[in-house]
Structure formats: structure tokens, C-alpha cells
């Protein structure tokens, strides 16, 4: 059979045309008709491919049929944490013939609503989010599109919220610290208005509270500067802390870039745990001693959430889904030993 490609955008008549049948055959064949006979089929695939016809799911949208795209909303891209979610997002939903649209807030809370408005103009079947700190989204701006909120709650959409079980992670890394003798531990990150954040915090203290040992306040850091600042203050004084414990992984290279500046020795002046495996863990010595987020595990686990409420058709059950992480024991907390051990958490 011989098909010369139409000028311009090709169309389903376009394909009956080539395949010498009729225009409802092929559409029939889009949707799978099984009364469509196996010599049918096969002229129409061999004009679709030739073709290289595509499917318009604009129309198919119209006609209220499924789009096959949803939509990720994230705070931010530059962040690996983020980027890495996007990754596995993808890589979840191809799995499941679904096309991902992402978009990003840049932290602005006013953005959120803005871009969730978007993705309901662009007909996405479902919505995933990582809302920005201190957003607000109420459940009848949700446009009643399954939604399913990812690392941080949706506040006010009583939606399903999928997220690293933080304040167990965190009470586990202070319990190692403890162990070594450690009791003036200091923890310090990035806004604590994040809900990971928060969570992390209250690990620090259920750790400290349950050694009988006083809980030190939270301290900001936002960049290389307040990073020296910091370290000098924790330093100085008769009571100078033990340990530190930065609760996301950007503070973490900013401490790290901190010690080398004022020449800290870790462990020997310092011991440090990091909140997130980063890069550089394992590339520095002494390698860092870190909580291992199931990064992977939360995407993929969202994303599939996300697909069972659209394809069978359920209502949200506003769960609240947390997924254990790891420590991974190396030498920076002060443990003396070479390699590294990876300790699942106590359920």
C-alpha cells in the first residue's frame, strides 16, 4: 500500500483515506473496538505509522474522554530533592502510558493557586503538589480533579498526602548521636514554616526529651555567611555544643563550607549528621554520617495514588501515607569504623 503524507497536520480522515476505510472504522480502532476484524487493524496501524499520525487529545478532552496527562507542581527544580521527585514522577507515570506536565512556584506561596488555576485550564486528569511554606489552597479551588499532595501537606484541600515519616528519621539521628556521648547537639536548616522541617524539629526534641537533656533552639541559616556565624556562636563560650545537625541538605554544604573557612575539624572538633544524603557524603573525609530519604519510594508511591483515583474514579480519603527512612552510619557522627552501615528504622 502506497501512502504519501498530507501537507500539514494529519488527521483521522486522513488515515481512513490511506487506509481505504471509513472514518468511524479508525476512530473505532483508537479506542480498541474489538469488532474491528484482524486485516482491518492491521491497514489502519500501517497508515498510522506511515502517517505518523497522532492522536488530538485536545478534542478527545472535549468529548470527555481522559487527556492522560497530569500535572507536578513543585517549589522548586533547582533543588536535587525536587528534581530528583520530577524524575521518578515521570518515570512512574510513563510506566502507565501518562504524560507529566511540571511547573515550579519558586517558593511564592501566591503562585500555588496560580498554576493549579493553569493546569485545570489545560484539562490534566490529576494533580500532584509540593505546596510552597505557608500556602493556603481551599478544596473548592481544587476544581475537583484528584489531587494528592507530595512531601508537604495541602493545607485546607483535605487531600491525600504522601511524605518521608521526618520526625522519626530525625529522633533516630539525634538517638546515634546520644549514644556516642554527644549531649550538646544544636540543629539548625532552612525556614522552619516547611512542614518537613517542622517535623524534623520535633524529632530533635522527642530524642532529646526522652535522653533528660534540654533541647537547644532551632537556628536559620540562609546562607555561607549566617554558616560561619553560626558555627563561631555554638562554638564560643564555656559550653561550646558537640554536635550539629542541619535538617536539610543545602544547609548541610553550607556548614561543610563553613568548617573548612574556620578550619573545624569533624569529628574531632565536631560531630556531624546530615539530613539528606547529599553528593558529597561519600566524595569527603571523613564521609558524612546522613538520613537517607526514600525519595524514590514517596514519587512513586504519590504518583500511583494519583492514577487509582483517576482511572477508578475514587474520592480521595485524605490519608496521611508516611515512608520510613534510613540512616546510613559513616565516620563524621564519630563512629570509628571503615565502609558504611545503613539502619532501617525502628517501626
Not at 474491528?36 to 497522532?54: C, M, Q
Not at 519558586?106 to 510552597?132: F, K, T
Not at 494528592?148 to 498526602?161: E, H, K, S, T, Y
Not at 537517607?292 to 483515583?309: C, F, K, S
Request: aromatic share 4%; with cysteine; proline share 7%.
Amino acid at each position: 500500500m502506497s501512502v504519501s503524507r498530507p501537507m500539514g497536520r494529519v488527521t483521522l480522515a486522513d488515515v481512513a483515506k490511506a487506509a481505504g476505510v471509513a472514518t468511524l472504522t479508525v476512530s473505532r480502532y483508537l479506542h480498541g473496538n474489538p469488532n474491528i476484524s484482524a486485516t482491518t487493524a492491521r491497514k489502519v496501524k500501517v497508515a498510522i505509522d506511515r502517517l505518523g499520525y497522532r492522536p488530538n487529545y485536545a478534542a478527545r478532552v472535549l468529548m470527555g474522554q481522559p487527556s492522560k496527562v497530569i500535572g507536578l507542581i513543585l517549589p522548586n527544580l533547582a533543588n536535587p530533592f525536587f528534581s530528583l521527585i520530577a524524575h521518578c514522577v515521570q518515570q512512574t507515570a510513563h510506566e502507565r502510558g501518562y504524560l507529566v506536565w511540571i511547573a515550579a512556584t519558586n517558593d511564592d506561596p501566591s503562585s500555588d493557586l496560580e498554576l493549579i488555576e493553569r493546569m485545570h485550564d489545560h484539562h490534566v486528569d490529576g494533580l500532584l503538589l509540593a505546596s510552597s511554606p505557608g500556602s493556603t489552597i481551599p478544596l473548592e479551588k481544587m476544581g475537583g480533579i484528584p489531587t494528592v499532595a507530595i512531601d508537604r501537606p495541602l493545607r485546607g484541600a483535605g487531600v491525600d498526602f504522601v511524605t518521608v515519616d521526618d520526625r522519626a528519621a530525625s529522633r533516630e539521628a539525634v538517638s546515634h548521636l546520644l549514644q556516642h556521648g554527644y549531649k550538646r547537639i544544636a540543629i539548625t536548616g532552612i525556614d522552619a514554616q516547611i512542614r518537613p522541617i517542622q517535623e524534623r524539629i520535633l524529632g530533635y526534641q522527642d530524642a532529646m526529651r526522652a535522653a533528660g537533656l534540654p533541647a537547644l533552639p532551632y537556628i536559620r541559616c540562609d546562607d555561607a555567611a549566617s554558616a560561619i556565624q553560626i558555627c563561631k556562636t555554638l562554638r564560643a563560650g564555656k559550653r561550646p555544643i558537640e554536635a550539629l545537625f542541619p535538617l536539610n541538605g543545602d544547609s548541610s554544604v553550607l556548614f561543610l563550607e563553613a568548617f573548612e573557612e574556620l578550619r573545624i575539624s569533624i569529628p574531632r572538633d565536631l560531630a556531624f549528621f546530615s539530613y539528606g544524603d547529599i553528593p558529597l557524603s561519600r566524595a569527603i573525609r571523613p564521609r558524612l554520617s546522613a538520613v537517607q530519604q526514600p525519595i524514590e519510594a514517596m514519587a512513586e508511591q504519590a504518583t500511583i495514588r494519583l492514577l487509582e483515583q483517576i482511572e477508578q474514579k475514587t474520592k480521595p480519603s485524605r490519608a496521611r501515607i508516611k515512608i520510613p527512612a534510613s540512616l546510613v552510619i559513616r565516620e563524621s557522627c564519630g563512629c570509628k569504623r571503615k565502609g558504611e552501615i545503613k539502619t532501617m528504622p525502628s517501626m
